[in-house]
T-cell receptor, first 116, second 115 residues
């Protein structure tokens, strides 16, 4: 299994440009999520999905869109990039377990995004 | 709402010594899980250890153990016999039964192991 993969690894954008960060997992996990990591802030949840066709907002959703057309893929779209979106972005997945969380999320390697 | 607090921005430990990284949490969920992750300078998130809120015993994984004190809402990570490779950022996280699989992270502790 490849686990959770993310592309690209690095990206430089100009303010106002749009782009899509790709995330895929091959573990048949129902739950997928996107985080951003900024210095001193830990990881903050942007959007998440509990299954194909179902998405919801996390703590910091503004400026980002997501969709989940398949179990495997969960792309994150920046519609009009801003310097405040300069960050490291992590995608994660986990199985959805009845009775509460018992298993960790599996993280992708991250995407470093710089918005000029 | 869930909240995770890590009050130690940076910690130093001598090689081969033990170190405790603090984590406190706040939740109203009746069932929840607590997790610790390591993030080395290379950037990947590495899962270390998990503690369920109804687990009777503290979790252990090799040199890692979790000192879980439910009444005090703390879930401290203990690393025994520190190694130079333990130098990294460490994040505490939790996920609750009422919030599905959403994870909430603390701000992290930077650990430096001194030879």
């Amino acid at each position: 299994n490849a686990g959770v993969t993310q592309t690209p690894k690095f990206q430089v954008l100009k303010t106002g440009q749009s782009m899509t960060l790709q995330c895929a997992q091959d573990m048949n996990h129902e739950y997928m999520s996107w985080y951003r990591q900024d210095p001193g802030m830990g990881l903050r949840l942007i959007h998440y999905s509990v299954g194909a066709g179902i998405t919801d907002q996390g703590e910091v959703p503004n400026g980002y869109n997501v969709s989940r057309s398949t179990t495997e893929d969960f792309p994150l779209r920046l519609l009009s990039a801003a310097p405040s979106q300069t960050s490291v972005y992590f995608c994660a997945s986990s199985p959805r377990l009845a009775g509460g969380p018992r298993e960790t999320q599996y993280f992708g390697p991250g995407t470093r995004l710089l918005v000029l | 709402a869930q909240k995770i607090t890590q009050t130690q921005p940076g910690m130093f430990v001598q090689e081969k010594e033990a170190v405790t990284l603090d984590c406190t949490y706040d939740t109203s969920d009746p069932s929840y899980g607590l997790f610790w992750y390591k993030q080395p300078s290379s950037g990947e998130m590495i899962f270390l250890i998990y503690q369920g809120s109804y687990d009777q015993q503290n979790a252990t994984e090799g040199r890692y153990s979790l000192n879980f004190q439910k009444a005090r809402k703390s879930a401290n990570l203990v690393i025994s016999a520190s190694q130079l490779g333990d130098s990294a950022m460490y994040f505490c996280a939790m996920s609750g039964s009422n919030t599905g699989n959403q994870f909430y992270f603390g701000t992290g502790t930077s650990l430096t192991v001194i030879p």
